[in-house]
């Protein structure tokens, strides 16, 4: 295990960042690609139950119909993307994208309880799952490295104005 160890310091494992770096990078990449998808009828098609029995997003397909729910994600999931991006350099960017991304998994997180065939009857319904409710509950893990994204550049952005302003520092002791 130490030879291991070693292999993975001498690669940069403990590199200042890389999680950080690997988890806002990895977070763009999963909006611009669902963000893409939305724009097709495929998705559309597929999405249907999501969207529908979605306590936090059913109201869009009433307001905007299926096509216009999907653009809807879609414009909203680039924008996160692009957000995301922008907080490489911008951290105060970088937090309105990880908000944004907070709320997006959230929503989808809460479309769980109530999917129809979430909960495999066959195996004795809830926790057996079904595909469905598997493709949720991956967005668990991504609105904890959304929450950790947030964590950080609200920690970036109030080192920095400690460093850069003594009222900022008077304020930031204050609470």
């Known amino acids: 295990m130490n030879l291991v160890t070693k292999i993975l310091v001498k690669l940069g494992m403990l590199r200042e960042d890389l999680d950080y770096q690997l988890f806002r ?3 763009v990449i999963i909006f611009l690609f669902f963000g893409y998808q939305k724009w097709f009828d495929y998705e559309a098609q597929a999405l249907i ?23 809807f994600l ?3 999931e680039w ?8 907080g490489f350099w911008n951290k105060k960017l970088g937090i309105l ?7 997006a998994f959230v929503a989808t997180i809460t479309v769980i309880p109530f999917i129809p065939n979430g909960w495999a009857a066959s195996a004795g319904g809830f926790p057996a ?23 950080q550049d609200v920690l970036r952005v109030s080192l920095s104005a400690k460093e850069s302003s003594p009222a900022v520092v008077a304020q930031l002791q204050h609470n």
């Open 97 to 103: 994208g990880a908000l944004g991304s907070c709320f």
């Open 79 to 86: 924008l996160i993307a692009g957000l995301l991006f922008l």
């Open 49 to 71: 139950p999501y969207i529908s029995n979605g306590p936090l997003i059913s109201w869009m397909c009433p307001a905007f119909g299926i096509r216009g729910a999907t653009y």
């Open 25 to 27: 990078a990895s977070m």
């Open 129 to 151: 799952m079904t595909e469905a409710v598997a493709f949720l509950l991956k967005d668990l893990g991504l609105l904890a490295i959304s929450v950790y994204l947030v964590r």
């Open 74 to 76: 879609g414009v909203a």
